[in-house]
């Protein structure tokens, strides 16, 4: 079984300042572990994915994600807000290796970006 | 990476009729899947679409209410039946290859 954990339905920060979005994940195996952003009316986008290589995964935009294991988490972060990152973001579970498509989403965290 | 269009993009359907939601994929792919995401919510996988093989659901969804085709590599369709109110939300598309999921733009669809 896997679940995932995004800790704030809703996160705020200026324009410049650092971004932190939290995830917490459960699974009973090794798992893949992405992000994907939805901007409005727009489909899914994959940002980044942890597939068992480097803990430390960079992803598109200047996001980055670290895989904790021992904190089960994979938090997102970027150094510095843009108004483009205005969006909702999802982090999804699956278990590891190719072919494993059972996804499982998190609740999303809607990120707004101040001016 | 793959290129998805689903058709319509968006429908007000009046309740009690059906709607067949087109998901179209730029290549061969063994592998495509619905998703729903209800106002506000996450995203719900309603069941797995291979080619030449019946559509295995997930808990919670049957195929007398969400029937599938999957005639080929490239195309599948869902089909919302007997539409009410609840079934309002965002039907996605999406498609595996390698270890990814690539997701078509959504068909928004609003039951009256």
């Known amino acids: 079984a896997q679940s995932v954990t995004q800790l704030d339905s809703h996160v705020s920060v200026s324009e410049g300042t650092p971004v932190l979005l939290r995830c917490n994940y459960s699974?009973?195996?090794?798992?893949?572990l992405f992000w994907y952003v939805q901007h409005p009316n727009k489909g899914l986008q994959l940002l980044l994915k942890?597939?068992?290589?480097?803990?430390l995964v960079k992803g598109i935009n200047g996001f980055e994600a670290e895989f904790k294991k021992s904190e089960t988490s994979f938090h997102l972060t970027k150094p510095s807000a843009h108004m483009s990152d205005a969006a909702e973001y999802f982090c999804?579970?699956?278990?590891?290796?190719?072919?494993?498509?059972?996804?499982?989403f998190g609740k999303g965290t809607k990120l707004s970006v101040i001016p | 990476s793959a290129v998805i269009s689903q058709k319509p993009s968006r429908d007000i359907c009046q309740r009690g009729t059906s709607l067949t939601i087109q998901c179209q994929v730029d290549?061969?792919?063994?592998?495509m899947f619905w998703y729903r995401q209800q106002p506000g919510q996450s995203l719900t996988l309603i069941a797995t679409a291979n080619q030449g093989s019946e559509a295995t659901y997930e808990s919670g969804f049957v195929i007398d209410k969400f029937p599938i085709s999957r005639p080929n590599l490239t195309f599948s369709t869902l089909t919302v039946s007997n539409m009410s109110p609840e079934d309002s939300s965002i039907y996605l598309c999406?498609?595996?290859?390698?270890?990814?999921?690539?997701f078509g733009p959504g068909t928004r669809l609003t039951v009256l």
């Open positions: 999804v579970v699956s278990p590891s290796g190719a072919g494993s498509y059972q996804l499982t």
């Open positions: 699974s009973s195996y090794s798992p893949s």
């Open positions: 999406s498609v595996g290859r390698g270890t990814e999921q690539f």
């Open positions: 942890y597939t068992s290589a480097a803990t």
């Open positions: 290549s061969q792919v063994t592998m």
